[in-house]
């Protein structure tokens, strides 16, 4: 469920060198992160743990589909596996099978199913196989170099049958697993489906330079990246930078984000941010505002577009006191003929020390124990009722949100 081509220009490059540079507090921000999304220490279990010999990879692709046939069903129509799997054609000229009229019959058999919060044991299990298919043709597409000759091989085999082709990938325990996470999902993430605006599968004004990326869910101006980790480390370095990424993608505003996050689906947790707190927090001081770090992020991906490596050709929109740290940072990446652009004021200040997570808002239908505040005290984490307000934010039936303390 994540936009490839993105994470791609994070492994390496000038793209990657500009998010070192300006979010640096990755350490810090995802320690705190992951606490909050386990609900404490590393020993924490997952509410929903994957069973021995599930693909993890296709279950959290697959978990996707089947959330979104729930909240947006017409999204399905012009979800990535039908609209982009036509690829696999295109590099595998000898499939004799059309990838995108799989796709297209998986998407249809999906829509004659009666989708209601609580389906039938046959129905459910029909949904589920369904979106594996839709979730291995995403993972052929998105994937081509290491996944796609495998997919176009499975496709091949099964002579396009879906019930064939589903046979040549999924264990039994790729589909029980996805079968109860996907449960527990849609119970937790029912309630967005009421969101108004509500984008599944959003792109950006910089998705075309960033190779297509897209997220997972925009409602009512949250962004939302679903993870479906098992383990302790629910999100590390690359996804915080991923979700800035699509964050600053957004160059004319046009989706009005203001809270940004993440949601641990086996872990039935949600933690967000406001969007500018999301920014200083990984900055580790106070960041420029939205806009201008927007306008940044743009000048920053046509250089990547013409192959300029040199961060010294961007213009950095920077606080009069930041550039000094910018400076600092910029010497240590690129040593300091690569700073020659940047006027330093010589003006240095403390980064900003951030307070923890105040208030704390647990998940759906559980009951949890007192825990400690940061600075004294507790805060009783309870099941919210429908509707319960905390701070502004809305905490539906099911959603757990971690909240900051104004």
Not at 96 to 105: K, S
Not at 314 to 336: I, V, Y
Request: proline residues 3%.
């Amino acid at each position: 469920m994540v936009g490839v081509s993105l994470t791609s220009k994070l492994r390496s490059g000038i793209v990657k060198d500009w998010f070192g540079v300006r979010f640096p507090n990755t350490q810090r921000f995802c320690t705190g992160a992951n606490r909050e999304l386990r609900d404490g220490a590393t020993t924490v279990p997952c509410a929903i743990p994957r069973p021995q010999g599930s693909d993890a990879s296709l279950v959290g692709q697959a978990v996707g589909y089947v959330l979104t046939a729930h909240l947006q069903e017409t999204a399905l129509d012009v979800s990535f596996a039908v609209t982009n799997v036509a690829i696999l054609n295109r590099l595998w000229k000898n499939l004799q099978v059309d990838a995108t009229e799989v796709a297209r019959r998986a998407v249809q058999r999906i829509h004659k199913l009666k989708l209601t919060h609580l389906m039938g044991s046959a129905d459910w299990n029909e949904l589920c196989r369904l979106a594996l298919v839709l979730g291995r043709l995403e993972q052929g597409g998105r994937n081509v170099s290491q996944v796609g000759a495998s997919v176009a091989q499975e496709l091949a085999r099964s002579k396009g049958d879906l019930d064939a082709f589903i046979g040549t990938f999924a264990t039994p325990a790729t589909v029980t697993d996805l079968s109860a996470l996907g449960r527990v999902a849609v119970d937790d993430c029912i309630e967005l489906r009421k969101a108004r605006p509500l984008h599944i599968g959003p792109t950006f004004a910089q998705s075309q330079a960033l190779g297509g990326a897209d997220a997972d869910i925009i409602c009512d101006g949250q962004l939302i990246d679903f993870k479906s980790s098992a383990q302790s480390k629910v999100v590390g370095r690359r996804d915080a930078w991923q979700l800035v990424g699509y964050l600053l993608a957004d160059t004319p505003d046009l989706y009005h984000i203001r809270k940004a996050g993440f949601a641990a689906l086996r872990r039935r947790r949600t933690v967000l941010w406001g969007a500018q707190e999301l920014l200083d927090e990984l900055s580790g001081r106070p960041a420029p505002g939205i806009a201008d770090l927007r306008a940044e992020f743009h000048d920053l991906l046509e250089l990547a577009a013409r192959g300029d490596k040199d961060l010294s050709q961007l213009q950095f929109r920077e606080p009069a006191a930041n550039l000094d740290k910018t400076h600092r940072a910029l010497r240590h990446s690129h040593g300091a003929a690569t700073c020659r652009d940047l006027a330093v004021f010589g003006v240095a200040t403390r980064a900003l020390q951030h307070s923890g997570l105040h208030a704390v808002a647990s998940l759906g239908c559980c009951n949890f124990a007192a825990a400690q505040v940061p600075g004294g005290g507790q805060s009783m984490r309870r099941s919210p009722p429908r509707g319960w307000v905390v701070r502004g934010l809305r905490i539906s039936c099911g959603v757990g949100v971690a909240v900051r303390a104004g």
